[in-house]
């Protein structure tokens, strides 16, 4: 498979420098695999986006993007979806994973932050004039999509670090699709929208790495990840209505 | 015997640095604890050097997301995203028992 020059680059730099060996490292290479087609597809989808973003005299699309940025992490879904990651550590692992437990309570300030700045972008773009107008919109405050930041975020995860393939691999693909937009894109509302999530992003992504390389040493934690990531790379994860369509075709098979 | 290279002084550029705490958590995850909170008001994250082993230990710098927020005193390398041969084998934890003789 021939990589797209924006994953390489990301791979070299952020994905395979370690500090550990063993067998979480290895896991995570493991996983590495797994993710990278779905990487590259990703990356290579976003730079058409882009280019088609580029090419349209309207900022139309500028609304949408960011209307949906703003349902994921606005107050509501950033609180739900990161206390339920929290829950997943109970009083006997705390011991183990008191700096996870740290580290998504930092998440749920990041998110609300990125919530925050979509609006901002709304803002200064003129979309609306007040926060307070987006209440009342479907989209500023639904999104249909169940990994991440949809529907399965809402619930519990059964392992503290299943969490950690959401980490990787979708906070990977955020990394990547913002690169995208910082390369591709010469609108001003657009880079801030995106340059002013990046490092955050890349931290989320460093702290699934961190997760794998050093507490993903056996099978059964690492089973919980591989797991997770076995339902993020299904293809119709990403939408609520094609899942709901599925399960009903389950159902009646 | 072993030998150990020789110290070099590193910082955290806060002009940089997000202040995540990826450097802090991994560093204790070693029991190394060099990097260590300010006692100022912003509890910024410091290195302190009697405790750090750069460049002998290196893991911290694999999991900084902030480019160029450690860098080394003197030359000013920026040390993130990590050098290729900041993450040698010899580098990693947990360390290889020293083979007999060496």
């Known amino acids: 498979m021939e990589l797209h020059p924006i994953?390489?680059?990301?791979?070299?730099?952020?994905?395979?420098?370690?500090?550990?060996?063993g067998p979480g490292y290895d896991f995570r290479m493991h996983i590495t695999q797994r993710c990278i087609p779905a990487w590259n597809g990703m990356t290579i989808s976003a730079v058409k986006a882009a280019q088609e973003d580029a090419k349209t005299p309207t900022r139309e699309w500028l609304w949408s993007s960011v209307l949906a940025g703003y349902a994921g992490e606005?107050?509501?879904?950033?609180?739900?979806?990161?206390?339920?990651?929290?829950?997943?550590?109970?009083?006997?692992?705390?011991?183990?994973?008191?700096?996870?437990?740290?580290?998504?309570?930092?998440?749920?300030?990041?998110?609300?932050?990125?919530?925050?700045?979509?609006?901002?972008?709304?803002?200064?773009?003129?979309?609306?004039?007040?926060?307070?107008?987006?209440?009342?919109?479907?989209?500023?405050?639904?999104?249909?999509?169940?990994?991440y930041f949809g529907c399965t975020a809402m619930f519990p995860h059964i392992h503290p670090l299943a969490r950690a393939a959401q980490h990787y691999f979708f906070e990977g693909s955020a990394c990547l699709g913002i690169q995208v937009r910082m390369r591709c894109m010469n609108d001003s509302l657009?880079?801030?929208?995106?340059?002013?999530?990046?490092?955050?992003?890349?931290?989320?992504?460093?702290?699934?790495?961190?997760?794998?390389?050093?507490?993903?040493?056996?099978?059964?934690?690492q089973r919980a990840i591989e797991d997770t990531l076995d339902f993020l790379l299904k293809p119709w994860a990403p939408t609520l209505a094609d899942a709901l369509a599925r399960a009903k075709q389950g159902a009646a098979a | 015997m072993s030998t150990q290279p020789e110290k070099i002084a590193i910082r955290i550029d806060h002009d940089k640095c997000t202040e995540c705490r990826m450097c802090y958590v991994v560093c204790r995850e070693i029991n190394?604890?060099?990097?260590?909170?300010?006692?100022?008001?912003?509890?910024?994250?410091?290195?302190?050097?009697?405790?750090?082993?750069?460049?002998?230990?290196?893991?911290?710098?694999?999991?900084?997301?902030?480019?160029?927020?450690?860098?080394e005193v003197v030359s000013g390398l920026s040390l993130v995203p990590p050098p290729a041969q900041m993450w040698t084998q010899d580098k990693r934890w947990p360390r290889r028992a020293p083979r007999a003789g060496n």
């Open chain 1, 190 to 221: 657009d880079l801030h929208d995106n340059l002013s999530q990046y490092h955050e992003e890349l931290m989320h992504f460093m702290e699934g790495k961190y997760q794998m390389d050093v507490y993903a040493l056996t099978e059964k934690d």
């Open chain 1, 74 to 147: 606005g107050p509501q879904m950033s609180i739900k979806q990161m206390s339920t990651q929290l829950l997943s550590v109970s009083l006997e692992d705390q011991e183990r994973y008191i700096d996870l437990q740290r580290m998504r309570a930092q998440q749920v300030w990041d998110e609300v932050k990125h919530g925050m700045l979509h609006a901002d972008v709304l803002l200064r773009g003129g979309y609306v004039k007040r926060e307070e107008d987006l209440m009342d919109n479907a989209d500023a405050n639904t999104l249909g999509i169940l990994s």
């Open chain 1, 7 to 21: 994953l390489q680059e990301f791979l070299d730099t952020w994905v395979y420098p370690t500090g550990f060996s």
């Open chain 2, 32 to 71: 190394l604890n060099a990097v260590v909170i300010d006692p100022g008001p912003n509890h910024l994250h410091e290195i302190d050097m009697g405790r750090c082993t750069y460049p002998g230990c290196t893991v911290c710098l694999m999991y900084c997301p902030a480019p160029a927020s450690i860098v």
